[in-house]
Nanobody, 119 residues
């Protein structure tokens, strides 16, 4: 599975932004998908994940209510809708795929997309 994230850019605090991650391969629907982010000088952290069927989603506690993950298996794409953006949301966002459970090791990483939130 190859993952390509897009949708990053420069936005202002309070804006919304939707990231997309397009996956290649015919087995996309078998993978749980998710997003991580890495801010300057910080470690990569979990943002959100969604099961292969889309029936369950998980989000970092600090981001619940602002970030929503979804997927379209027909389009081989996973999305991250981000609302009420804050300067501390500035980071490179990476999409990820798991062949096993979300608590297991990530199997595939996409190249990141940079989101910069100005105050």
């Amino acid at each position: 599975v190859q993952l390509q994230a897009s949708g990053g850019g420069l936005v202002q605090a309070g804006d919304s932004l939707r990231l997309s991650c397009a996956a290649s391969g015919r087995t996309f629907s078998r993978y749980a998908m998710g997003w991580f982010r890495q801010a300057p000088g910080k470690e990569r952290e979990f943002v959100a994940a969604i099961t292969w069927s889309g029936s369950s989603t998980y989000s970092a506690d600090s981001l619940k209510g602002r970030f929503t993950i979804s997927r379209d298996n027909a389009e081989n794409t996973v999305y991250l809708q981000k609302n009420s953006l804050k300067p501390e949301d500035t980071a490179v966002y990476y999409c990820a795929a798991w062949s096993g459970g979300i608590s297991s090791k990530v199997d595939y990483w996409g190249k990141g997309t940079l989101v910069t939130v100005s105050s």
